[in-house]
């Protein structure tokens, strides 16, 4: 953990430069817009150590697996989100000496990550070796309006000297990924080009035949005016560049814009790229950098509308909250439904693939709360999408039915490769079929179940009919040989949370038969036909809900994690001697396994999904039991139990975990965060504030809301989109005010009090 | 599985050339003598499918581990046994035109591995390209008497031409170790010579500081008289050659001798390498081919008087059953004593280490057996002398005490790097205790305790004492997360094996400990003082045995492998459909890992160490339990099985499980002997046969015999040293012979009769 950011309502910010700190910073200043994103690089030089990273959405390379000791099943491939062409690149020299800020004396620098308007702003003052001192101001943004933009604005103002810029604009497609688990480049060129101020690099990767077109203009400004400037072209394989001289007078500044069109053949014909992207260059150059930015500032004031979260009184808590916010909306926007939210968003490459089942357990309720239905419905569709590449999965692994979605994934395809996950943590499965039934609880929206759901459900339902194992001499189904949430214990028996997701899954698919039978008796039997589902399927999984063995304590009567969690010696981590934490930097795997600390909610994770199941006294008996041996090392962990502790009053728990989650990468807490930023877990942050302090549950198609203020704060608020409509919740020391800022009227229960809130009404319940 | 070489008693025979067939061949036919070896290759140019290897015994490369995902705990590298310089090189080019069995007409092609006497043998007729004919014969040897001695003897003679021979004689260490996880040399060069028809190369491991220096001389003789060549000399990198022109006249014989030095500095003094190499080389040449053979012919029979195994009346077991006791005898000769057994020898490089607990449970019984009781001895001491690295290696795992000895090493560091093996396979800790009693019991030499034994028997104690893990609620101690020898099952509970076995060596400790106290007790005090062993320990030691936890199946009344295991469906194996077998090439490892299929021995390799603690009546259920749900997906599975069969009584059970294990490579079973023989699993073969239908045992220092032989055998003979005593065990379908070849007399039971059997005595028992 190292704390040098300088807190802020609205922006990151950091002042003076410390090369130390400067991967973190690359880390934690990314932009993105959902379609493509990048590293807070330097456009400039910087020879000092640095993680270049430009991401395009979508856009993956399958590198050959690599593991000590192959094991049937494991993937071929894993997915690597590919670092592509460098489109930033302004080779910076005056009078034949670089600026490099590693080199360079450099003084006032400060770098802004302004999340309010959505652009990455640095400004510094440099010392050339020879006393030259001169100002830099470079901003840039990736449009969320025109998704394919990027654009950037580089002011150098000499300060003490005449001389002579020379600057070589440049689009680097020579890229090598940092993690490439046998040092490949990953992209071939198809074509170069240069022509007047323009130029384009389109690559191709080696594998795939994704093909990625950069197309870059330059402008450069004296004093307000375009320069008439003939670069010199020089092209190279994968690269192009112009360079160009121009002259630097004592005080006037030397404006250099760079405007960006990247396309893929995800969205156009691959030979219609370099046309396309021209186009939308054109367009871009067309509007300039002002006005680009001026409806940047604007796209994000809509974005912040829907989903801004204020606290007053502190302001870490506050720029916490906001930057997970503004992460999240910067790497998925819901628009392209082949998209997912990657562990790293565009902030680094490590991990791979893009999508966990952090997508449904975590992502998903924040996309429910902040944006239009359709995106949160576009998560599910994704799934939709990869059901038959799910069911050739379970097939690989032997299965004869259903479906077995990823551990982690790109098109689908399973990437991970190690045995005791990849195999073995298939309580994903039921993470996705439970998203669907918080879909629909949410939204009211029961047409996706007859029109995807239903298919979905049904091919998880058979995977579990399959997976279980009937144990005659008890007459119960047991669920053998996983992994549960709690990745410290591996290839366990009778995961509780295992196997309860599964007999909720085979309760929900059913349920939702008979809705699909009596409401629309067409579509049911379409489903019927096509699922080939017979009734004694269905009796099959009536039998395994009934049936299905629960490891229960029985004397402290709480939930058994696993059948032997028991002969485990129990010892809260309050008793650990600090210097063993994080147990995963410290503590061989197998030391690990046997102890009884766990990483992430396991048996909490469950009573978290399915809470309108259990009474508060099994809550509260399970997070007595549980929480003390829980070390937190999964950055998912903490905002499950902040949410139980809020619902169990325990509110300094609460409060603590909070705090571990939401400055996770501005405090770098896990020491990390130069690998990229924890995006997936920014959606656990916002959960924390909405459905724990909030107390925000969705139940027979009303808001239940339920808050309470943590001692530390003045106040907080937060906005939820509810069935058309968007209430404001502010909540400090004294009240509880909701207002219905749209025209919707939406039946609400606060404290459990039922009530309806009419459009633009507001209710106030005092504390 | 693939049969297609002939079956003879005392050769390995190849008849025709087949490519297909080539690199299994160079594993069978290949040649060692403990301190080095080779695999078959050609000695002339070969361009198809090669694995071409040459290794010395103890030199290693600690390459950089590959893994998907690290965990806390795995080691830096991973030992890999060191493909070094290829000394048999010779060029032969006739007129122009290459010799190179892939692209030449070749007939009468036979390879012989000469078992009896110790040599490789080739010949052949050749037909070039332009119709020229020659006869090639190939011999070669490297000498069990002078061990760092290589000769070849490579005789050409042109049938229906005269013409001219250019021959390179070369030797190449610029070689590639085929499995380097990163595709990098090992290799850097020290110095290269030529001198006269000498040549060397020195070269040195890139870590570690190996230093080996080969030095040849290539001497060419017509008909029988030497020729005066002189040699072109060409060096290169890690290179050096001679070649030679040598008129060829049809039907006169050209003979190309080429003796070979190979000293390392694990023996001399690295600057003095080169000195001696060409010191040893001088023996060699003043020697000549023809007396280093008679010599090795010589050591062999010393061998084979008292190792070998006659079976009369079938030919193919007779074969296998040489081929692994030759292939034993190639691979470890117990003289040095910081070598092991690989699991390859020097047949391959497939798996690295060369040291596995195969060593201890296995190849022990072999050279206890067959040779003088200082080889046994020397492969204990090689683990005293890893006795600190296994003290590192428990406290890099966590442990505050204790040894815990390394699934897989070279030096005895760890290189293994799968959690459920390296970490969890603890029960390779109990077979190294296990040893030290099977090696005192069998030749009573309790010496070994006071020297050495009680120091890794005390310190493996001290593992298990901190291993368990006390669980208060049912007063017993448990072992959690291990892996048992089935390695189908993984990170399970209780172990019955390993809880045995843990248990086991706290009893002997103990034991050993009260004998040392009785015998000596100044030796004792010094063990004492030196181990810090305070009576508390080994009060503690003597609780966990009292309170050790045992899983049983009160029902079936058989021990239970771990915890869960009937949890899994039992089905037998004889139920499989035969497309799921073997599991490890059809199913993933999650399914492996549920299902209730066992590689290898796990309880019952329990009942056979222990075999004197169970009645029959407990082995029998046991046997009948597991049995049938074994799959022998180990080389090392059927011999304990065939061993147990036999005591039962089980005849045809017992004959199928030997052969599964007699000519596993012969006919490659597994179809992978391309890579390498499966070494320490033939030391199981000759178990079978000795223990197994010989029926062998040692207790109260007699040795116990209770043979029978199997219907389809005329008779079989094995050879057993025994305190001194050589005894030639003959059994036939009428009678038992014993011979006493010795004068020393022998405590003997013969089904369970009692009787001493003097010197040059002998004892018949008719059946």
Redesign the interface.
């Known amino acids: 953990m190292k704390k040098y950011l300088i807190e802020h309502e609205w922006s990151i910010i950091e002042e003076g430069f410390d090369p130390n700190n400067h991967e973190v910073s690359e880390s934690v200043f990314s932009i993105g817009n959902g379609h493509m994103g990048q590293r807070a690089n330097f456009e400039e030089t910087y020879t000092g150590a640095s993680l270049q990273g430009s991401y395009m959405a979508g856009v993956y390379y399958p590198d050959k ?5 192959w ?3 494991y993937p071929e491939y ?1 997915a690597k989100v590919l670092n592509s062409t460098n489109w930033i690149g302004l080779k910076i020299v005056i009078d034949g000496e670089e600026l490099d800020l590693y080199q360079t004396k450099v003084s006032e620098f400060v770098r802004e990550l302004n999340m309010k308007e959505g652009y990455l702003q640095r400004t510094f003052k440099a010392e050339l070796q020879d006393g030259k001192q001169l100002k830099v101001q470079a901003t840039r943004f990736v449009s969320i309006v025109d998704k394919e933009v990027g654009a950037l604005k580089y002011e150098i103002t000499p300060l003490n000297f005449n001389g002579t810029l020379t600057t070589t604009s440049y689009l680097d497609g020579d890229i090598k990924n940092e993690d490439a688990n ?1 040092d490949e480049k990953f992209w071939d060129p198809v074509n170069t080009w240069i022509k007047d101020n323009r130029m384009s690099v389109t690559l191709k990767t080696k594998k795939l035949d994704f093909h990625f077109c950069s197309t870059v203009e330059t402008q450069i400004f004296s004093n307000g005016t375009k320069l008439e400037l003939t670069g010199t072209a020089k092209e190279a394989i994968k690269y192009a560049s112009l360079v160009y001289d121009v002259p630097l007078t004592e005080g006037e500044s030397i404006t250099i814009y760079k405007y960006a069109a990247n396309v893929t053949n995800r969205d156009y014909d691959t030979d219609q790229l370099e046309t396309v992207s021209s186009t939308v260059l054109d367009l871009a150059v067309s509007k300039g950098f002002d006005q680009l930015k001026q409806e940047q500032a604007k796209g994000w004031a809509n974005k912040w509308l829907d989903s801004d979260i204020v606290i007053e009184g502190d302001v870490a808590a506050q720029q916490g909250i906001r930057f997970n916010i503004f992460q999240l909306n910067q790497t998925y926007t819901g628009e392209d439904e082949r998209l997912n939210i990657g562990p790293k968003g565009f902030t680094g490459e490590k991990y791979g693939g893009s999508t966990y089942w952090d997508t449904e357990a975590y992502c998903l309720p924040f996309y429910l709360a902040t944006a239009d239905q359709k995106i949160a419905r576009n998560l599910l569709v994704y799934r939709h999408n990869h059901l038959e590449k799910a069911k050739e999965n379970a097939r ?3 299965f004869e039915k259903g479906a077995l979605y990823p551990m982690v994934t790109m098109n689908g395809e399973e990437c991970h ?4 996950i990849t ?2 943590e298939i309580h994903r499965n039921g993470a996705i079929a439970y998203a669907i039934y918080n879909y629909v609880n949410y939204t009211g929206d029961k047409s996706y179940l007859g029109e995807y759901g239903i298919e979905v459900l049904a091919e998880i339902s058979r995977f579990w009919e399959e997976r279980v ?3 005659p ?1 008890k007459d119960v189904y ?1 669920i ?2 996983v992994t549960g949430p709690n990745e410290y214990d ?5 995961n509780w949370y295992t196997n309860r997701i599964a007999s909720w899954t085979l309760e929900y698919t059913i349920e939702v038969l008979d809705y699909l039978k009596k409401s629309d008796s067409v579509l049911y039997q379409k489903w019927i036909d096509k699922l080939e589902l017979k009734d004694e399927e269905v009796n099959q999984w009536k039998d395994i809900i009934k049936k299905m063995y629960y490891p229960i304590d029985d004397e402290r009567n709480v939930f058994l994690q696993q ?2 969690f ?4 129990l010892i809260p981590v309050a008793e650990l001697d600090k210097k063993h934490l994080p147990l ?11 102890s009884c600390f766990i990483k992430q909610a396991d048996v909490l994770q469950g009573l978290y999904f399915l809470n309108h199941e259990f009474d508060l006294d099994t809550i509260k008996r399970n997070f007595d039991f549980y929480e003390p041996m829980t070390v937190h090392e999964s950055s998912l962990s903490p905002c499950v139990h902040s949410i139980l502790a809020c619902q169990l009053g325990y509110k300094d728990k609460a409060y603590e975990m909070y705090l571990r989650t939401a400055r996770l990468d501005l405090d770098n807490y896990n020491n990390d965060t130069e690998d990229g930023c924890h995006t997936t877990s920014m959606a656990g942050t916002w959960m924390s504030v909405v459905q724990g302090f909030g107390g925000m549950k969705i139940k027979d198609n009303r808001l239940y809301l339920n808050p309470f203020i943590p001692g530390e704060w003045q106040s907080f608020s937060f906005k939820v989109v509810f069935r058309g409509a968007r209430l404001l919740v502010q909540v400090d020391q004294e009240k509880v005010t909701i207002i219905n800022e749209t025209t919707t009227s939406v039946d609400l229960s606060v404290y459990n009090n039922q009530t309806q809130l009419d459009g633009k009404a507001t209710v106030e319940i005092a504390l």
Chains 1, 2 share one sequence.
Not at 65 to 69: A, F, K
Not at 490 to 494: A, F, S
């Open positions: 697996t690599r593991v000590g000791w094991k049937n099943g894993f046998y690989k692994l032997g490769n190690e045995w005791e195999f073995e194992n009937y144990v001499a047991m053998l040989g591996n290839n366990i028996d009778n059948d032997n028991l002969n485990k010696e995963n930097q410290n503590w061989s795997w197998d030391r690990i396994l046997r």
